[in-house]
């Protein structure tokens, strides 16, 4: 008897505990119906990286959020519970306004979810990357205040350089600026350039045979690889070879295409 009174006594001070509450700044990346009036959301915080979250209500007419929450919103959030393998609980979510280019452009608006099914999958829970926060943000910034387009070439330089910042984030940046295989510097005396997504990188002539997987690169995406800067000037059909080349990329590593890539970037 002795026991039991002790355990009913320590859940009541659990249950009285005070609830830990968690303030953030994120942007939404994955939003799912969870019932009639609430929503999982997936949000990648700059300070706490990446949660998974209930909003309760977030649904109904009147709640404590300012409507549904969309993706690719963002803005200041609070949120309780940061265990790993628990769904969180969202308390706040106050979205920044914005001018609303993007959903009135398909190809920015295509770009952008691309770019947040990738973080989703390339990010861990309660993993903080601000880098990689403070770029997708502006990415997101950029095309909602129109300073990106109306050219769809606007969208493709963003999306390209932004899926470069994750594979650095995520610690599977490919090697670009030599032969993965013998070291070779790329240079102009490259006659053939090819890319391994199994390798991850750039193979050379010389190498190419011991790589089943290669691509041959046009030499204009291979000068752009080797020099990201190069990326801002290239031509749509560099732009479109090397978008091909990262979702290629992306497959391999993911085990299959992003949902988001195969209609919109593939031929
Ligand atoms: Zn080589």
């Not at 969870?34 to 649904?59: D, H, N, P």
């Not at 199994?198 to 020099?227: H, T, Y």
Request: proline share 5%; aromatic share 8%; net charge positive.
């Amino acid at each position: 008897m002795a026991v039991l009174r002790e355990d009913t006594r320590r859940r009541r001070v659990l249950r009285g505990q005070a609830v830990m509450l968690t303030k953030d700044r994120a942007i939404c990346v994955r939003v799912v119906d969870y019932s009639e009036t609430s929503q999982v959301v997936t949000l990648f915080g700059r300070s706490g990286g990446k949660i998974r979250a209930i909003a309760k209500g977030s649904k109904r007419q009147k709640s404590a959020f300012e409507g549904p929450i969309e993706p690719l919103s963002f803005g200041a959030i609070v949120f309780s519970g940061v265990r790993k393998d628990q769904l969180a609980t969202l308390t706040e979510f106050q979205p920044e306004p914005v001018r609303g280019e993007l959903r009135r452009n398909l190809a920015a608006l295509q770009s952008a979810l691309l770019a947040a099914e990738l973080l989703d999958l390339l990010t861990e829970e309660y993993d903080p990357h601000p880098e990689l926060f403070d770029h997708f943000l502006s990415f997101l910034q950029d095309m909602e205040e129109g300073k990106a387009g109306p050219d769809p070439r606007d969208f493709l330089i963003r999306l390209i350089l932004f899926q470069f910042v994750l594979l650095h984030e995520a610690g599977l940046r490919p090697i670009l600026s030599a032969c993965v295989n013998c070291r070779r510097a790329f240079g102009a005396d490259w006659r053939e350039s090819y890319f391994s997504a199994a390798a991850n990188g750039l193979v050379c002539r010389d190498c190419e045979m011991s790589f089943p997987d290669k691509i041959r690169l046009r030499p204009k995406a291979a000068q752009c690889l080797a020099d990201i800067k190069r990326i801002a000037q290239a031509d749509q059909a560099t732009l479109d070879e090397i978008e091909q080349l990262l979702i290629h990329h992306f497959t391999h590593i993911l085990g299959r295409p992003p949902k988001l890539a195969k209609h919109v970037f593939l031929p």
